[in-house]
Nanobody, 131 residues
Framework: QLQLVESGGGLVQPGGSLRLSCQLSGGTPGLTPSSFAVAWFRQAPGEEREGVSCVSGSGGRAIYADSVVKGRFTIFRDADTNTVSVQMNKLDVEDTGVYYC???????????????????WGQGTQVTVSS
């Protein structure tokens, strides 16, 4: 079973930056980490979980939620370390929430920003943007 562990959350002032990382480990017979598309989602208190960004298994295609990201975030996939990171710049108080990474296999390792499409989730990491 593939496992995901997020890291990099914390408290940052408005306008600051954070880099979140999702470490992929373990696996399923016949599947490698590159078989899994990985996405980042976030959830603010009292709100539904929403997509932030995702990347295909090969790392060659990324999708961003433009209304959320607004050109401020970049997703990276490192095949050598089996890590998917998201660099978040110009953070705003509205970016506060728990950030989760999720993975799915199949579909040609393509990604989507629909939470229901993912069946493997990390435990989440808290991001708080506050002065």
């Amino acid at each position: 079973q593939l496992q995901l562990v997020e890291s990099g959350g914390g408290l940052v002032q408005p306008g600051g930056s954070l880099r979140l990382s999702c470490q992929l480990s373990g696996g399923t017979p016949g599947l490698t980490p590159s078989s899994f598309a990985v996405a980042w989602f976030r959830q603010a208190p009292g709100e539904e979980r929403e997509g932030v960004s995702c990347v295909s298994g090969s790392g060659g295609r990324a999708i961003y939620a433009d209304s959320v990201v607004k050109g401020r975030f970049t997703i990276f996939r490192d095949a050598d370390t089996n890590t998917v990171s998201v660099q978040m710049n110009k953070l705003d108080v509205e970016d506060t929430g728990v950030y989760y990474c999720a993975a799915r296999a199949g579909y040609g390792a393509s990604c989507t920003l629909q939470p229901a499409s993912y069946d493997i989730w990390g435990q989440g990491t808290q991001v708080t943007v506050s002065s």
